[in-house]
C-alpha cells in the first residue's frame, strides 16, 4: 500500500512573496512518480509540477518548484512570487507503475493574501 | 479536442435511485480512471480502464458501484440504490500511454457532483 501525507491544512501567504507546502509518502516500490495537482473552486485538477523519483534534480516549472528528498520520502512544493490566482486546493499525489494509480495527499488550502 | 469531459456536471437524487454518469476521455488516451472525492479530503481511486478492460475495481466501494468502457472509448459509473453518504465529486482522469513513463500524466475532467437527498 502506499500513503500521502500533507500535514498542513491551510496554508497563507502575502501577495509576490514565497510559501512552501510539505507532503510525505510512502511506498515500497522503487520506480513511482510524484506530482502536485491544483484544484480551484471550479473542482477541476491542474496538473502542476511533475517528479520522476528515478531522477535527482527537482523538477521546476516556472514559479513551481519542488524539493525531493527521496531518502526522507519528502516532496514540497515552493511557490514563489505568489500570485492571487494561485489561491486553491493544492493535493500531492503519488504513482506507481506496479499498482496503475494515482493516490492523494489530503490536500492544503492555500490562500493568497493582496 | 478540449479536454476530458463528463456529464452531467450536477446531480441530485433521491436515496435509493439508481444513477449514471458519463465520462469522455481526450482522444486516444488508453487509459480511463474514476475517483471520488468528498469535500475536504483529496480524490479515492475507484476503479481504472485500459481500453475495454477493467483492470482494477477492487477499490469500488461496493457492489453497488459498477463501472463499463464498452468500446474503450467514453465511460460511464453507475450506483444502483444511493445511499446519503454516496454524496460526493465523482471525478474522471485519462492518461494517453499503455505504458513505460508518461502514462502517470492525468488529466482530469471537472467531475460530477452527486447530491442524495
Known amino acids: 500500500a502506499q500513503t500521502v501525507t500533507q500535514s498542513q491544512p491551510e496554508m497563507s501567504v502575502q501577495e509576490a512573496e514565497t510559501v512552501t507546502l510539505s507532503c510525505t509518502y510512502d511506498?515500497?516500490?522503487?520506480?513511482?512518480?510524484l506530482f502536485w495537482y491544483k484544484q480551484p473552486p471550479s473542482r477541476q485538477m491542474i496538473l502542476v509540477i511533475r517528479?520522476?523519483?528515478?531522477?535527482?534534480q527537482n523538477a521546476t516549472e516556472n514559479r513551481f518548484s519542488v524539493n525531493f528528498q527521496k531518502a526522507a520520502k519528502s516532496f514540497s512544493l515552493k511557490i514563489s512570487d505568489s500570485q492571487l490566482g494561485d489561491a486553491a486546493m493544492y493535493f500531492c499525489?503519488?504513482?506507481?507503475?506496479?499498482?496503475?494509480?494515482?493516490?492523494f495527499g489530503g490536500g492544503t488550502r492555500l490562500m493568497v493574501k493582496p | 479536442d478540449t479536454g476530458v469531459s463528463q456529464d452531467p456536471r450536477h446531480k441530485i437524487t433521491k436515496r435509493g435511485q439508481n444513477v449514471t454518469f458519463r465520462c469522455d476521455p481526450i482522444s486516444e488516451h488508453n487509459r480511463l480512471y474514476w475517483y471520488r472525492q468528498t469535500l475536504g479530503q483529496g480524490p479515492e481511486f475507484l476503479t481504472y480502464f485500459q481500453n475495454e478492460a477493467q483492470l482494477e475495481k477492487s477499490r469500488l466501494l461496493s457492489d453497488r458501484f459498477s463501472a463499463e468502457r464498452p468500446k474503450g472509448s467514453f465511460s460511464t459509473l453507475e450506483i444502483q440504490r444511493t445511499e446519503q453518504g454516496d454524496s460526493a465529486m465523482y471525478l474522471c482522469?485519462?492518461?494517453?500511454?499503455?505504458?513505460?513513463?508518461?502514462?502517470?500524466?492525468?488529466?482530469f475532467g471537472s467531475g460530477t457532483q452527486l447530491s442524495v437527498l
Open positions: 482522469a485519462s492518461s494517453p500511454q499503455t505504458g513505460g513513463a508518461g502514462d502517470e500524466k492525468l488529466f
Open positions: 517528479q520522476e523519483a528515478y531522477k535527482q
Open positions: 499525489a503519488l504513482y506507481n507503475n506496479a499498482g496503475n494509480m494515482l493516490t
Open positions: 511506498t515500497s516500490e522503487s520506480d513511482y512518480y
